[in-house]
T-cell receptor, first 111, second 113 residues
């Protein structure tokens, strides 16, 4: 079974731009979560989608948004990028239990 | 708010010895606890979990201990191997699902040959 895939793997953007990251979950997994990883902060929960519905959202500004499609693929969008948004963005898929399977992440650099 | 804390950013042990990674939490509503391992350029991979009704769970060389009264859990790796060198994240959830999981900042384990 193929694992979780994320595209692109690396991205460089300029302050003020917007970015869209994509995540394809493991086949059959209907839950997709997004996390931001920065040095010293660990993984910060952004949001979780299950069957196209956002079930929970972390403590991030409204510039961070996401969606999930009927095939369970998910996208995350960040608008008006700030330098502090530079991070590794991880996507994880799950059958809906606590066991999550992570993708390799998208490394976003904002200059 | 850091509800899950890993106070040691790094740990170095000799091959064959025991590695002990620690994690503290503040939210008494957490009922499920997990450890993930992360290698560079890869996403975290699930290692072992424990629910609040237990105080110990073993899986091969890996054992997780939970002390609910102290709000503390630890991961023991015995014996440690060089391939165990990675960043270890502690995570906690109030429910048996993934839509409110909190992670610690991670501990980088180095196992020296």
């Amino acid at each position: 079974k193929a694992g979780v895939t994320q595209t692109p793997r690396y991205l460089i953007k300029t302050r003020g731009q917007q970015v869209t990251l994509s995540c394809s979950p493991i086949s059959g997994h209907r839950s997709v979560s997004w996390y931001q990883q920065t040095p010293g902060q660990g993984l910060q929960f952004l949001f979780e989608y299950f069957s196209e519905t956002q079930r929970n959202k972390g403590n991030f500004p409204g510039r961070f948004s996401g969606r999930q499609f009927s095939n369970s693929r998910s996208e995350m969008n960040v608008s008006t990028l700030e330098l502090g948004d530079s991070a590794l963005y991880l996507c994880a898929s799950s059958l809906g239990t606590i066991e999550q399977y992570f993708g390799p992440g998208t490394r976003l650099t904002v200059t | 708010d850091q509800q899950v804390k890993q106070n040691s950013p790094s740990l170095s042990v000799q091959e064959g010895r025991i590695s002990i990674l620690n994690c503290d939490y503040t939210n008494s509503m957490f009922d499920y606890f997990l450890w993930y391992k992360k290698y560079p350029a890869e996403g975290p991979t699930f290692l072992i979990s424990i629910s609040s009704i237990k105080d110990k769970n073993e899986d091969g060389r890996f054992t997780v201990f939970l002390n609910k009264s102290a709000k503390h859990l630890s991961l023991h790796i015995v014996p440690s191997q060089p391939g165990d060198s990675a960043v270890y994240f502690c995570a906690a959830s109030p429910k048996y699902n993934n839509n409110d999981m909190r992670f610690g900042a991670g501990t980088r384990l180095t196992v020296k040959p």
